[in-house]
Structure formats: C-alpha cells, structure tokens
C-alpha cells in the first residue's frame, strides 16, 4: 500500500487505543501511566500494516513523474499526500500525541525495516518481518491489468479510514466532555464511572 494508506491505519489504530483508554480507566488515573497504550498503539499497528499489504495494491504514487526535474523526485508524491494525515494525527492526538505517534510508527515499522534492509544493510539476523521486509515489491498481472481499479480500490480504503477515525474521535470528544461537565447532560447529577460509560456507549 501506499504510505498515506499505512499512516491512515495509524491514525485508526491511535484513536482506537485512545478511545478504549478512555472507557476503561477513570479521569483522575489516566495521566498516570501511558506506557501500555504507548506499547499497544505500536504492537497494534505492525499487523495491521502486513493485512493491508496482502489486499491488492499499487504503489501509484512512486509513479507520478511531476516532479522528474528534480534529484530522488520519487519521494515527493508520497510525502505530499502524506502532510494532510500527519496533520490529521496531530489534530486527533490532543494531549496524548505519545500514544498517537507510537500508533502512526508501528503503522509504518515494516516498511522501516524492509527499506533498512534492501539499502541499508540492515543483518538479516535483525529482520523482524522477513516475509514482508526481505523482498522487493512485486505486483500480479492482475493488478498491473486493473491499475486503475486497484487504485481506485485503494482511494476509498483511505477515505474509509479517514473518517473512520474521525467519527471515533468524535465520540472520544464527546465523552471527554461528558466527564468534565456531566451537568451539561444530565442536570448535574453525580455519575459514577460505570454509569458514565453506559451514557456514553
């Protein structure tokens, strides 16, 4: 997949992490320890990446030649597409772009490692993915017939995650708030921690 794709995945991956971060600790313990999210968001991101790079896929973006005059021009496109996700994770993160940015990695980790080892001379004895991480890319006579609907295929995928993220931190959003000022929703009762977590679910 192309990197926007993989760094979409993060970015879902993160607001997960997030979002069930949320619900399972209370307000005044979550500052606390931030290190099994961190881990998590990471570990949860590296499958997710080798499942997308199984569905069919062309890496289109190398391709696109508007910046030829320039020296390793190939870089451009990809990074270019990839400002408005970064831009996205910051903007979801909040104050926990630690767990965020941990997330967007391990989203990235095999591609990491598989451009370490093609060239840079990664050992191999330190490759973690060598199915993933030990060969170049390839595409099937399929996928090179249909570029445009793999293409197109992999446009709505990266939409789908967009929004699927955007529409768990929304609900993120809002139930943050309903723990900060509960008496915006419910008349200023007292809530427990269960009961806000059965408001909010």
Request: proline share 7%.
């Amino acid at each position: 997949m192309n990197v926007p794709v993989h760094l979409a995945s993060g970015v879902l991956i993160g607001n997960v992490v997030l979002y069930t971060q949320n619900l399972s600790r209370p307000q005044s313990s979550r500052s606390r320890n931030t290190a099994k999210p961190t881990l998590a968001g990471f570990l949860l991101g590296i499958p997710l990446h080798i499942l997308l790079d199984a569905f069919p896929h062309y890496n289109w973006l190398f391709s696109v030649e508007i910046f030829a005059p320039l020296p390793y021009y190939q870089i451009f496109p990809p990074l270019l597409a990839s400002l408005p996700i970064l831009l996205l994770a910051y903007h979801f993160a909040g104050d926990a772009r630690l767990i965020m940015l941990s997330a967007v990695i391990g989203a990235m980790y095999p591609d990491v490692e598989k451009l370490a080892y093609l060239h840079q001379h990664l050992p191999r004895s330190l490759v973690l993915f060598r199915s993933h991480s030990c060969c170049h890319s390839h595409w099937t006579p399929w996928e090179q017939e249909y570029t445009a609907v793999v293409v197109g295929g992999e446009i709505v995928l990266l939409l789908l995650l967009i929004a699927g993220s955007s529409w768990i931190a929304r609900k993120r959003g809002r139930y943050q708030q309903i723990r900060q000022e509960p008496a915006l929703f419910l008349s200023n009762r007292d809530l427990t921690f269960d009961q806000e977590k059965q408001i909010f679910l």
